[in-house]
């Protein structure tokens, strides 16, 4: 049974930073893409970041691009969200997802395991 448990949410102001970090209990991370998604009040699920399995290729939604980055530690079997310059409309639940191969992908089809999701509130 694949695990995937987020930290890191909370309330923050615009402008502040937050990292959000999530631990996988996968023996084959390493070839496993990681993703992150958030879901929005009154919004569908949309795609946030995504990086490969060596963290070599990233991939990121128009709106976080330039302030945020995503990575990964292969050793420590964890990802991260690093959130900088936060804005009101980045208020949602994220989530950490896992996906078979280790290529980038955006599509939340692809992704196979979730985590419970962790509350980001930005104020303004």
């Known amino acids: 049974q694949v695990q995937l448990v987020e930290s890191g949410g909370g309330l923050v102001q615009a402008g502040d930073s937050l990292r959000l970090s999530c631990a996988a209990s996968?023996?084959?991370?390493?070839?496993?893409?990681m993703g992150w998604f958030r879901r929005a009040p009154g919004k569908e699920r949309e795609s946030v970041a995504a990086?490969?399995?060596?963290?070599?290729?990233?991939s990121y939604a128009d709106s976080v691009k330039g302030r945020f980055i995503i990575s990964r530690d292969n050793a420590k079997n964890t990802v991260y969200l690093q959130m900088n310059s936060l804005k009101p409309e980045d208020t949602a639940v994220y989530y950490c997802?896992?996906?078979?191969?280790?290529?980038?992908?955006?599509?939340?089809?692809?992704?196979?395991?979730w985590g419970q999701g962790t509350q980001v509130t930005v104020s303004s």
């Open positions: 997802a896992l996906k078979p191969g280790s290529y980038v992908s955006i599509r939340s089809s692809d992704y196979v395991y």
């Open positions: 996968i023996g084959s991370f390493r070839s496993s893409g």
């Open positions: 990086i490969s399995g060596t963290g070599v290729i990233t």
